[in-house]
């Protein structure tokens, strides 16, 4: 398997469904369709942080990610993130993801706590942990969408 990057975006739109769009666009994974797995990085496998993803593939494809997402109407302000802690000699690692309507040093925080909770259930020499969080704000009539996925490796075929 090749990197997985983790990405983000935080946009507003008229609809949930049209600002979530728009975050996922932001992160360029908006044309893909989204398979979300729960949180263990395979061995010998690297996370980077990218911000935008590259050209995963054609549209449509599948891509396998964990996912912080958070959606809601204005005004409010809604704050997602995912953290990670890779292993220090090529074991496996661990992801963690938090949302809501929350502030981002909120969702930071469950992120850390998560991830010190999973790493404790582990015999995985595991060393710092990383932490993206993004935010987005909506007035009155938008919606507000903040995500961040970490996207393993590249789109496959659906069918």
Do not use: Q
């Not at 919606?143 to 996207?151: C, G, K, S, T």
């Amino acid at each position: 398997m090749s990197t997985i990057r983790v990405v983000w975006g935080a946009a507003t739109g008229p609809t949930e469904m049209s600002a979530y769009d728009a975050a996922l666009a932001e992160a360029g994974i908006e044309n893909y369709n989204l398979v979300s797995v729960s949180s263990v990085i395979p061995a010998d496998v690297p996370v980077e942080a990218v911000g935008t993803a590259p050209d995963l593939g054609p549209a449509g494809s599948r891509l396998t990610v964990v996912e912080g997402r958070a959606k809601a109407a204005g005004p409010t302000s809604v704050s997602a993130g995912v953290g990670w802690v890779e292993s220090v000699d090529g074991g496996p690692g661990l992801f963690y993801e938090a949302a809501g309507e929350i502030e981002p040093g909120d969702v930071e925080r469950r992120i850390r706590e998560g991830l010190a909770a999973g790493s404790e259930l582990r015999d995985w020499n595991l060393g710092e942990p990383s932490v993206h969080v993004e935010r987005a704000s909506a007035d009155v009539g938008e919606y507000a969408a903040a995500v961040v996925a970490a996207v393993y490796g590249e789109g496959e075929p659906i069918v």
